[in-house]
T-cell receptor, first 111, second 114 residues
């Protein structure tokens, strides 16, 4: 079983739609959680950190459920520029400094 | 404020050769991590350098080695290249005492092994 699992997609949605991505992680000792965005043939860029209380940044909302080891990302009012691969990322406790990435979920927003 | 830089951007090598990739971290950062990203996959952690020492290592063979210099820049060396080493190699920098150790990635070096 992979440490971080994501639905690979692709998710094809019209502009203005709301889309949700889910992710599960296997290491219950994980401490930090992130969503990164990666455009085709570019580097991953930090989209947002995910906090236990949930957090929002404009059209983006991230949720964490530690009991279920589940992370989500909600994008409201999708824009064409949101088309990218979204990577769910988990970091272990202080002894494990590496980021563990899911394989990514591809989003294609269509006009 | 310069972000993370990597060189070269592209590289073509043949099996058995050796390669060195370079990374300069974001200004103010002291920690460098290296990742390998195969096509269609998420990045896989190779190792992390802090205070010029390898602090943590992922599941990669000894053919992969690295170095960090006093100015925090880093090199990744791969010996005896295999076809399967073809990938995007990403460097990420962070501040050891930074908020949540958020890591910021450079543009990567695309390595093709023929």
């Amino acid at each position: 079983r992979k440490e971080v699992e994501q639905d690979p997609g692709p998710f094809n949605v019209p502009e203005g739609a709301t889309v949700a991505f889910n992710c599960t992680y296997s290491n219950s000792a994980s401490q930090s959680f992130f969503w990164y965005r990666q455009d085709c043939r570019k580097e991953p860029k930090l989209l947002m950190s995910v906090y236990s209380s949930g957090n929002e940044d404009g059209r983006f909302t991230a949720q964490l459920n530690r009991a279920s080891q589940y992370i989500s990302l909600l994008i409201r009012d999708s824009k064409l520029s949101d088309s990218a691969t979204y990577l769910c990322v988990v970091k272990g406790d202080t002894g494990r400094r590496a980021l563990t990435f899911g394989s990514g979920t591809r989003l294609q927003v269509q006009p | 404020d310069a972000g993370v830089t990597q060189s070269p951007t592209h590289l073509i090598k043949t099996r058995g050769q050796q390669v060195t990739l370079r990374c300069s971290p974001k200004s103010g950062h002291d920690t460098v991590s290296w990742y390998q990203q195969a096509l269609g996959q998420g990045p896989q952690f190779i190792f992390q350098y802090y205070e010029e020492e390898e602090r943590q290592r992922g599941n990669f063979p000894d053919r992969f080695s690295g170095h960090q210099f006093p100015n925090y820049s880093s090199e990744l060396n791969v010996n005896a290249l295999l076809l399967g080493d073809s990938a995007l190699y990403l460097c990420a920098s962070s501040l050891d005492r930074g908020r949540r150790n958020e890591q910021f990635f450079g543009p990567g070096t695309r390595l093709t092994v023929l």
